[in-house]
Each structure stands twice: as C-alpha cells, then as structure tokens.
C-alpha cells in the first residue's frame, strides 16, 4: 500500500520560506509516477501546485511559477516543496500525492495533508 | 488559463439521484478525474479516465464525459456520500481542478 506522509514547520513568518517534504512508501520515487503538491486554503477548495518526475522534469502552477521549486531526493525516496516570498494567503493545507502515469493520468493516494499557517 | 466551472452546492434526498456537473472548454477532448473530499479528511479519487471507477468505490458512483461537460452521479446517495467533490483535467502541462461542489443528502 502507498503511503505518503507530508512533514515541516506548521508556522512560516511572512516573506519567509515555505518548506515541506513528503516522504514515500510503497512505492519508490523513481517509479514512472509523477508527484505532486496540493494546497487547501481554510474553507476553500483545491489548488494544484505543481508536480515533479523522478528525472527532474517538473510542471508548476502558472500562478505560483517564480515563487515555487519542487525537487526530489531519490536516495530518502521523497520529494519536497519550496514557497519562496510567502503571505498570508499561502496559509493552507498542503497535501503530498502520487499522480499515477500510465494509459490515464490521475492522483491516485493522498497523504493526510499539513496545515501551514503564515503568521508573524 | 484552463478553468473547470462546478455549482457550488447540490442537494439530494437519500435514495435518489445526484448529478454534479463541470465545465470546461472542449472537456470532452481530456480526461477528467472526480474527488470526495469529506470534512477534514484529505480528497479520494472516486472517478478517473472520465468514466472508470477504482476499486473500493461503489458501484453507485458513475462519470461520464462530452462536449464541455463532464458528469458525476450517484445513483441512490447514501448519507455518507454527503462531501465536497472536486472535477480535475490535465491541460496544456498543468493539472486544474474545479471550484468544488458540497453535495448535501437531506
């Protein structure tokens, strides 16, 4: 069974950095999945961030593009996200998941997600 | 940008039949995906490849896909159906989800 487990600081001052990684079992990182971040705002609904392949090759969010970096680290078998310049509106959610890639393309297992919160 | 459009709520009555639709341009043309997302809970995959269901989802769970539509239904909702869904497409490099729709079984 998959699982993914997104983990790093609940609290990230304004203009900081935001940065999580989520580590991967069950599969490994380098497998032909992609994976990807979601974020969740309070009482919101889904935002896709972006999404990385085990080569590097990444998609990103037009409207996040410049401020976000998502990389993966084969040897831990997980992947991380990086927020650059972040306000209160990136306060959210974040989920990990693994986006399958075959004959069809969907996100197949979420991990629990983790709250972020942008505050001073 | 590639924009997915939902109602924001739905209701249905426990038993019948609940259709929740998105839009888009030429959806038809892509696949698309459906998520329950339950309150507090982190979303499932509920539909993919616009008509197929994974295991583990209920038979009454069903999509269908064409012109600009794509189509969830449940077919005699239960309670614990009540939840956010959420349509998904692949366009043009980037994954877009729609706005949501709270389905609400009274």
């Known amino acids: 069974q998959v699982q993914l487990q997104a983990s790093g600081p609940g609290l990230v001052k304004p203009s900081g950095t935001l940065s999580l990684t989520c580590a991967v079992s069950g599969d490994s990182i380098s497998s032909s999945n992609r994976w990807t971040w979601v974020r969740q705002p309070p009482g919101k609904g889904l935002e896709w961030i972006g999404q990385i392949y085990h080569s590097g090759t990444t998609n990103y969010n037009p409207s996040l593009k410049g401020r976000v970096v998502i990389s993966v680290d084969r040897s831990n078998n997980q992947f991380s996200l990086r927020l650059n310049s972040v306000t209160a509106a990136d306060t959210a959610v974040y989920y990990c998941?693994?986006?399958?890639?075959?004959?069809?393309?969907?996100?197949?297992?979420w991990g629990l997600g983790t709250l972020v919160t942008v505050s001073s | 940008s590639y924009e997915l459009t939902q109602p924001p709520s739905v209701s249905v009555s426990p038993g019948q039949t609940a259709s929740i639709t998105c839009s888009g341009d030429k959806l038809g043309d892509k696949f698309a995906c459906w998520y329950q997302q339950k309150s507090g809970l982190s979303p499932v995959l509920v539909v993919y490849?616009?008509?197929k269901r994974p295991s583990g989802i209920p038979e009454r769970f069903s999509g269908s896909n064409s012109g600009n539509t794509a189509t969830l239904t449940i077919s005699g909702t239960q309670a614990m159906d009540e939840a956010d869904y959420y349509c998904q497409a692949w366009d043009s490099g980037n994954w877009v989800f729609g706005g949501g729709t709270r389905l609400t079984v009274l």
């Open positions: 998941a693994r986006v399958f890639w075959g004959s069809a393309y969907y996100f197949d297992y």
């Open positions: 490849q616009s008509t």
